[in-house]
């Protein structure tokens, strides 16, 4: 049995998913026998709640190629692309049975990589990272600029791209956890990512997000494997699809004004005075866009503000997040992928395995209070939905069997 790791977000899964998903198993790719997918939940790391919620995502998953899909928790998929994928690794190293991290790539090299990612934890490249900082550039920005300098201007440019830049996080986390796992990328095709157009027949994660946003689905459709449509499909006729920010777009705004100072400096990630201008700003602000704009600079991005915005929301306090995930909630798992759970357990899985309800009653404490944050922010999740779900919606779903 040769066990294949990825860290995902599906949303949706397309046929560039579809693609990579089968590389994994391919004999000329990565010859996996077995594939877990670790994946975020009902929050994405753009900030936003995901297009539709994380069973169904977990049911396209296992229809399209994964074995086990396990949750990588909101806290995690709320964070920067070192914590992302921090915590994704550590998971897969939690289960004991995994052989090989795989990640697609723009550039496909994994040699090339792996130097981005040594150079970036020497103390040449953190010393030049400092100086750019200083100089009041985000941290982006600053990051390749100093990568750059430090192994040349081709490696820089691998920052300058949104998988290049995961798959870089990955091997730094494999590095720094000492994860038992070597590591494979797999050339993204198709459209890039973002892209604002399909090409051939794949197109990117957030332009299909816009055509079903705008009421497309059919025009979405085209772009992704046939399980992934009915799974889409079925999870529209059923009011699941698709989640909006601007659908609690009043319970984000009467939440920011509720918030005092110490609450927004409170927030993962806050620092420098950022606090005072997302204090400011939410007292001001009439919609979330106008927040937002608000708050925004060079050395503040969007993407960051909207997890702060959405940290903000869900009540996400830095003191209440592990450094890693504390347990591995196994979210579904096709036949084969009992193999893998199997696996797990008679070697000696690292961290607690939830696959049934009620197991979460066990946690210890501090695992209890993520568990209970988790339940809290899927009952907030049910407010971005075409149908408001009710609360419990964490403690009553079912494990997912394909």
């Given at each position: 049995m040769k066990v294949c790791g990825v860290i995902a977000e599906f949303n949706p899964l397309h046929n560039g998913h579809a693609h990579f998903l089968k590389q994994l198993k391919a004999p000329d790719?990565?010859?996996?026998?077995?594939?877990?997918?670790?994946?975020?939940?009902?929050?994405?790391?753009?900030?936003?709640?995901?297009?539709?919620?994380?069973f169904e995502r977990a049911k396209t998953a296992l229809a399209c190629g994964a074995d086990v899909v396990v949750e990588?928790?909101?806290?995690?998929?709320?964070?920067?692309?070192?914590?992302?994928?921090?915590?994704?690794?550590?998971?897969?190293?939690?289960?004991?049975?995994?052989?090989?991290?795989?990640?697609g790539s723009?550039?496909?090299?994994?040699?090339?990589?792996?130097?981005?990612?040594?150079?970036l934890d020497s103390e040449r490249c953190e010393s030049l990272l400092r100086y750019h900082l200083e100089g009041g550039i985000s941290f982006a920005e600053a990051r390749q600029k100093a990568l750059s300098e430090a192994a040349g201007a081709a490696i820089g440019d691998l920052l300058s791209s949104p998988n290049n830049?995961?798959?870089?996080?990955?091997?730094?986390?494999?590095?720094?956890?000492?994860?038992?796992?070597?590591?494979?990328?797999?050339?993204?095709?198709?459209?890039?990512?973002?892209?604002?157009?399909p090409l051939g027949d794949i197109a990117s994660a957030s332009y299909l997000r816009g055509l079903i946003g705008d009421n497309r689905l059919v025009n979405a459709l085209p772009f992704m494997?046939?399980?992934?449509?009915?799974?889409?499909?079925?999870?529209?006729?059923?009011?699941?699809?698709?989640?909006?920010?601007?659908?609690?777009?009043?319970?984000?705004?009467?939440r920011l004004r509720q918030m005092s100072l110490d609450e927004f400096a409170?927030?993962?990630?806050?620092?420098?005075?950022?606090?005072?201008?997302?204090?400011?700003?939410?007292?001001?602000?009439?919609?979330?866009?106008?927040?937002?704009?608000?708050?925004?600079?060079?050395?503040?991005?969007?993407?960051?503000?909207?997890?702060?915005?959405?940290?903000?929301?869900?009540?996400?306090?830095a003191e209440i997040i592990p450094e890693t995930p504390p347990y591995i909630r196994v979210l579904g798992?096709?036949?084969?992928?009992y193999d893998v759970l199997r696996a797990a357990k008679t070697g000696g899985c690292a961290l607690p395995l939830l696959t049934r309800k009620g197991q979460a009653d066990a946690l210890d404490p501090a695992a209890r209070a993520l568990w209970e944050?988790?339940?809290?922010?899927?009952?907030?999740?049910?407010?971005?939905?075409?149908?408001?779900?009710?609360?419990g919606a964490e403690q009553t779903a079912g494990f997912v069997k394909m």
């Open positions: 790719g990565v010859g996996a026998t077995h594939v877990v997918a670790v994946m975020s939940g009902n929050y994405v790391q753009r900030g936003e709640p995901a297009l539709l919620p994380k990588l928790p909101t806290p995690y998929a709320l964070s920067s692309a070192e914590g992302f994928a921090r915590a994704g690794v550590a998971l897969l190293a939690a289960l004991g049975c995994v052989d090989v991290l795989a990640f723009e550039c496909g090299d994994i040699a090339a990589l792996k130097k981005a990612a040594a150079t830049t995961l798959g870089i996080e990955y091997l730094r986390a494999i590095a720094a956890l000492g994860a038992p796992m070597t590591a494979a990328t797999v050339k993204r095709v198709g459209a890039d990512h973002d892209a604002a157009a494997p046939p399980d992934a449509r009915d799974c889409l499909t079925a999870a529209g006729g059923n009011g699941l699809c698709p989640a909006k920010t601007e659908k609690a777009e009043a319970a984000l705004l009467y409170a927030l993962p990630g806050v620092s420098e005075g950022l606090e005072n201008r997302l204090f400011a700003a939410a007292r001001q602000a009439g919609s979330v866009d106008e927040f937002l704009s608000l708050v925004k600079t060079r050395r503040y991005p969007l993407t960051r503000l909207k997890r702060l915005l959405m940290a903000a929301y869900l009540g996400l306090t798992a096709t036949e084969a992928g944050f988790e339940c809290n922010a899927t009952d907030l999740y049910g407010l971005f939905l075409p149908t408001p779900s009710p609360c």
